[in-house]
């Protein structure tokens, strides 16, 4: 099983950026948190991580034609008001799951918006880096849509 991780802006300053909410592990801790994670389920993963939305759109397309049976999306700001993102996912039919790190649902209300939830098939969040686990899980145990 084939899964394509995409961590959206700002993720790379992961230990750096208000670590009362996202924690002071680094971003490298959560390529391997997530590598580690996925060889124990049996999944081949492939991480990666952009500052800029049409390389992230640029990815989907790639998943879409290189048929993985999964993406992991933390699409940081993004996620609350990038509709090029939200059509890239639309165009995908294996599982989508939309993952953040913070409880977006206890924070600003612009963060409590997320223009990609209605394509995605479902949502981890508020779990620190197990937000990734559980994604990773709903993957592995999912159906194809
Ligand atoms: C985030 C939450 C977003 O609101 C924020 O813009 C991020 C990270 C998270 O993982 O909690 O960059 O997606």
Request: proline share 2%; aromatic share 12%; net charge negative.
């Amino acid at each position: 099983m084939r899964v394509m991780v995409i961590n959206g802006p700002n993720l790379n300053m992961l230990g750096y950026r208000e670590p009362a909410v996202y924690g002071d592990r680094k971003y490298t801790d959560l390529c391997a948190f997530i590598e580690t994670i996925s060889c124990d389920m049996g999944i081949d993963v492939l991480v990666r991580q952009s500052n800029h939305e049409g390389e992230i759109v640029d990815w989907i397309h790639e998943l879409y034609f290189e048929h993985y049976d999964g993406l992991v999306i933390n699409a940081g700001a993004y996620t609350h008001y990038s509709y090029a993102i939200r059509d890239a996912l639309a165009i995908l039919s294996c599982p989508v799951v939309e993952v953040h790190l913070s409880d977006v649902m206890n924070r600003e209300d612009f963060r409590k918006i997320s223009v990609i939830e209605e394509v995605c098939t479902a949502r981890c969040f508020g779990k620190g880096f197990d937000s990734y686990k559980d994604a990773l899980l709903f993957i592995k145990n999912a159906e194809v849509k």
